[in-house]
């Protein structure tokens, strides 16, 4: 018999959970809040190991036709512009992991995800249907996603981002936290740019209480920009991408050395979002409850330091899609089903959010931090930069 998975939440997490269970031989409905399927206007970096999970899904020519492939990571003093470490990325990085680092549009990756979804026969995507609650019994899972009828189903997947409902409902651990940084984001035509201003590298400029990453996407026909500084806006502007005032911008980073100010100049039209994150699960318990679920966002908010949110979602649902592919065994009954995934992913979320934090505490560091971090890059090259343990791959 088929059993019926409801997702709440239809961006990247929500997305690729919908490919992955229903890969694993499950029905899907998956509930999204808006009333048309979209992602904001910018780039994602993402990972070999996430890179290979979608290739798993035989999706590598359709990011091959939209994604930038960049040679190399240089990271850079933001302040005096002097080269401090390098990770080759590109062939190097896709021999050691099995797959390539890419940079790509959001709406790209999403597009890619939700074409692979409707090729899925026994996937149903529901648009404008918030889910507003749900409740669970021994046998079945409920939510109420309009006024009409409760929706019947075997597991219920909160892959509803970070101010997810589901995670309120299942948890109650309160709201997300501010994080006292704001990112602000721009897209610029390559073409429009000084021809020394273009780029097909991914460049990180740390500074103090600042950094800004830029790199490739659409086939390298745009760049992206992020700068991070520190600061905070009024309390309404928690729901993220806003229109920002450049003036602000300019002033966080006024003393940038000129290459960058150059670049940031040369860009009209921020956005600005507001950061927020979670301290990692305590546990397998918080991830997964009964017949319900927490994915991506949902689960595990995290500052965007290690560029491996969205990589953690696929991950997520990844091992959503093995745990749930055990259907068929009588003695796994839903719930153990779900503890299982929790148990394999809930210690290497909290890894991973855990070290983003620490990478936006060593990229913003002055003083004698600044120094050891200047220095270790110098001396130790890609070793600091490569991380074997992520890139590596946490997926079964
Ligand atoms: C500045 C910045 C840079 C980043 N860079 C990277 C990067 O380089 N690499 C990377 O991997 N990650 C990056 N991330 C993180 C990444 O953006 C997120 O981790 C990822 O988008 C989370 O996806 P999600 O599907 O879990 O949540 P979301 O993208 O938030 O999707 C949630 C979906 O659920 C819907 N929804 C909400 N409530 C309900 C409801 N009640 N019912 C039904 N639907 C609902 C929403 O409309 C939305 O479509 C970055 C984040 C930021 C802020």
């Known amino acids: 018999m088929l059993r019926q998975a409801l997702i709440a939440g239809g961006g990247i997490g929500g997305l690729a959970a919908a490919l992955a269970v229903s890969r694993a031989g499950w029905d899907v409905r998956l509930f999204e809040r808006a009333s048309a399927f979209s992602e904001v206007g910018a780039g994602i970096q993402l990972g070999p190991n996430v890179v290979k999970v979608l290739h798993g899904w035989g999706l590598a020519d359709a990011l091959q036709a939209v994604a930038a492939f960049p040679e190399r990571l240089q990271v850079r003093s933001a302040i005096s512009g002097q080269l401090l470490g390098e990770l080759p990325l590109g062939a190097a990085m896709a021999q050691r992991y099995g797959a390539p680092y890419l940079s790509i549009h959001r709406a790209d990756l999403h597009g890619v995800l939700l074409q692979a979804v409707q090729q899925q026969a026994d996937v149903k995507l529901h648009l404008s249907r918030p889910l507003q609650s749900f409740s669970q019994t021994a046998q079945a899972v409920t939510v109420q996603a309009d006024d009409g009828p409760g929706i019947e189903g075997d597991a219920l997947i909160g892959a509803d ?40 590298q991914i460049t990180a400029w740390l500074g103090p209480r600042m950094h800004v990453v830029q790199y490739p996407v659409r086939s390298g026909e745009f760049l992206n920009v992020v700068a991070v500084v520190h600061g905070e806006v009024a309390a309404e502007a928690d729901l993220w991408d806003h229109s920002a005032n450049a003036a602000d911008l300019a002033s966080a980073t ?123 890059m110098k001396v130790l090259g890609e070793r600091v930069l490569d991380m074997p343990w992520l890139y590596g791959g946490g997926g079964s």
């Open 254 to 376: 006024a003393g940038c050395c000129a290459a960058l100010r150059e670049v940031m100049d040369a860009i009209e039209g921020w956005r600005l979002w507001v950061l927020h994150d979670r301290a990692p699960m305590q546990g397998a318990h918080q991830h997964a409850v009964g017949r319900v679920a927490l994915l991506g966002d949902a689960a595990h908010p995290m500052r965007p330091y290690l560029a491996q949110g969205a990589g953690m979602a696929i991950e997520d649902a990844a091992e959503l899609g093995h745990a749930l592919a055990q259907a068929l065994d009588p003695a796994l009954d839903v719930p153990t089903m779900l503890q299982r995934y929790a148990l394999n992913r809930w210690q290497r979320n909290a890894r991973v959010q855990a070290r983003a934090l620490r990478n936006g505490q060593v990229f913003h560091a002055g003083g004698v931090v600044r120094w050891g971090r200047d220095f270790a």
């Open 161 to 200: 981002g970070i101010w997810s409902t589901v995670r309120q409902e299942l948890l109650g651990d309160g709201l997300p936290r501010r994080t006292g940084h704001l990112a602000y984001r721009a897209l610029v035509r390559q073409s429009d740019l000084p021809e020394l201003l273009r780029s097909q």
